[in-house]
């Protein structure tokens, strides 16, 4: 299971950035977490919420179209943002978001974007900061939805509010807060919530292993081997430290003197 879980997103590391197959990484992710995990009723639970929309009204605006993902979503299967938990591990399994029917934005998001693109619509994440949200375009009809609060319709004076929530009173909305994302990117984004998580609980090895999955989704991001050679060594694993370093020195057009001072260091602990 193992195995096969890593395969996929292998698979992703070596194709484009956009589009992924989303539920299918968060799933294998998830395998990753538990490798006794069986994802074939998840699969169905899947068909079943894309299957919910497609029996909905035709959409005649992107309106009808987040009205349809709202209904399925949010009323008929009750998922929601967790905002007594919010920190919960769990929040970033797609499985246990699943099982659970809540977690964060993100994990959410891939929720959303997988049913509204399994009918033909389009429809990305954005590069908002400290809060997922989604773009749903219905022939130039365009919305944006919030996946942690039931797919709500997010208004510019919605947006300034969040904004100034995570950035401060002072904070205005600019250009690239409605950039889209790739869905490597979103891939990203949502480990790096789990990664973030155990490192704050001191989980060293586990914020390395989780690391090592983001590369295995994202291998040339060159800046990710340099965190997990930090984070290796506060985990006490000298050897993968060296090997992920090095392959970051390897990939820089100069050296970075820090790195090749804490490299030398590691390599007299093995000698």
Known sequence: MTEAAENILRAIGAGPDHPIDLVAAALALSELDDACAETAPYHRHLDDLV????????????????GALQGVLAEDFGYRGDDQTYDDLQNANLMRVIDRRKGLPVALG???????????????????????????????DRVVLD?????????????????????GAGAELQPQH?????????????????????????????????????LLIAPGLVELWRELGLVSVNAGAIKTAITALEHYQGALPAHNHDIAMLLDRLRQQLN
Do not use: C
């Not at 299957?51 to 987040?66: E, T, W």
């Not at 693109?117 to 990305?124: C, L, S």
């Open 51 to 66: 299957s919910g929309v497609a029996g909905k009204p035709a959409p005649r605006s992107a309106l009808d179209a987040q």
């Open 110 to 140: 891939i929720l959303y974007i997988h049913v509204a693109r399994a009918q033909g619509w389009t429809i990305e994440g954005l590069g908002f900061p400290g809060h997922f949200l989604l773009r749903l375009d219905w022939n130039g």
């Open 178 to 214: 409605y950039q889209g994302v790739t869905d490597r990117e979103i891939l990203l984004r949502l480990q790096n919530n789990v990664k973030l998580r155990q490192m704050q609980m001191g989980y060293s090895a586990r914020a390395a292993k989780v690391i090592e999955h983001m």
């Open 147 to 167: 996946p942690f609060h039931a797919g709500m319709v997010r208004s510019p004076s919605d947006l300034r509010t969040l904004l100034q929530t995570v950035q």
